[in-house]
């Protein structure tokens, strides 16, 4: 019974690439949310989804970034042209209800180091 | 904007001693309220949820939860050097929005 699936664990990019990061929700949920955490700081709300629909995105930067959930496959969270600022570990979530309980369940999140 | 005020802490305490964490919020409209850890380099887990005004008790561990002061709490009783962490609240109003986190730390 697997839980929230992210890869890659760990990510390094050089200044200006592209970063995919990629999560599965739990069997059965199907919402996702995606968290970002630099060090030493809490969690910073970025987008919420569900299955072909972005709910949320309130939180996320107005550029370079973006974040699908297909119909079929893992949600994605995109980032271009990455700087320094972007290194963060990047948690995602799921949720079975309709609505956000509190209940979420996290992956074990990707670290992104940007060189 | 809504917002979340943890103390971050740290928090030290002997082993067996009580560990009170705090969090103040700005979101009237938030009816539930949930206490994650997070130890270091991991990723948060769900430890309570609390709904209702007064108090709900788990094992070591008790939510407080007062909505006229917009205030919520976690007591750990009897702490253990396991306990070291940092305990994240969220209540949620919407989307989860999360405090900075109140980091713990348990002597032996």
């Known amino acids: 019974n697997a839980g929230v699936m992210q890869n890659p664990r760990h990510l390094v990019r050089r200044r200006g690439q592209e970063a995919r990061l990629r999560c599965s929700p739990m069997?059965?949920?199907?919402?996702v949310y995606w968290y970002r955490q630099l060090p030493e700081e809490g969690l910073k709300f970025m987008v919420y989804l569900q299955k072909e629909n972005i709910i949320d995105e309130s939180g996320m930067p107005k550029e370079r970034f973006s974040a699908e959930f297909p119909k079929e496959g893992p949600s994605i969270l995109r980032i271009q042209q990455v700087v320094r600022g972007d290194s963060a570990a990047y948690f995602c979530a799921s949720s079975p209800r309709d609505s956000p309980t509190g209940e979420l369940f996290f992956g074990e999140g990707s670290r992104l180091t940007v060189l | 904007q809504k917002e979340v005020e943890q103390n971050s802490g740290p928090l030290s305490v002997p082993e067996g001693a009580i560990a009170s964490l705090n969090c103040t919020y700005s979101?009237?409209?938030?009816?539930?309220f949930f206490w994650y850890r997070q130890y270091s380099g991991k990723s948060p887990e769900l430890i309570m949820s609390i709904y209702s005004n007064g108090d709900k008790e788990d094992g070591r561990f008790t939510a407080q939860l007062n909505k006229a002061s917009q205030y919520v709490s976690l007591l750990i009783r009897d702490s253990q050097p396991s306990d070291s962490a940092t305990y994240l609240c969220?209540?949620?109003?919407?989307?989860?929005?999360f405090g900075k986190g109140t980091k713990l730390s348990v002597k032996p």
């Open positions: 979101d009237r409209g938030s009816q539930s």
């Open positions: 969220a209540p949620n109003g919407g989307n989860l929005i």
């Open positions: 069997k059965g949920h199907s919402h």
